[in-house]
């Protein structure tokens, strides 16, 4: 879909480039707001979730988006 002649990304895209961002951080503080941004999409988002966690070294990282899964989980409908 384009909009103003731009190119409109699909969830599944908008969620890829987001997981690349957080992935190419080093800043424990950069994953987490990608991991926030994420939790938008709801559980569309659990694996780039899981897999930004996966590869982070900061434990704090890993703890955070486990909080965040579970809180997606809890409020699957």
């Known amino acids: 879909m384009q909009i103003n002649g731009a190119k409109q990304l699909s969830v599944e895209?908008?969620?890829?480039g987001l997981?690349?961002?957080?992935?190419?951080s080093v800043e424990p503080d950069a994953r987490k707001k990608a991991i926030d941004?994420?939790?938008?999409?709801?559980?569309?988002?659990?694996?780039?979730?899981?897999?930004i966690i996966n590869d982070?070294?900061?434990?704090?990282?890993?703890?955070?988006?486990?909080?965040?899964?579970k809180k997606i989980k809890s409020t699957k409908s």
């Open 13 to 16: 895209e908008q969620i890829d």
């Open 19 to 24: 997981k690349k961002v957080a992935m190419r």
């Open 37 to 51: 941004t994420l939790a938008t999409y709801g559980e569309k988002a659990i694996p780039a979730i899981t897999e």
């Open 56 to 69: 982070a070294l900061s434990t704090g990282v890993r703890d955070y988006g486990l909080e965040i899964i």
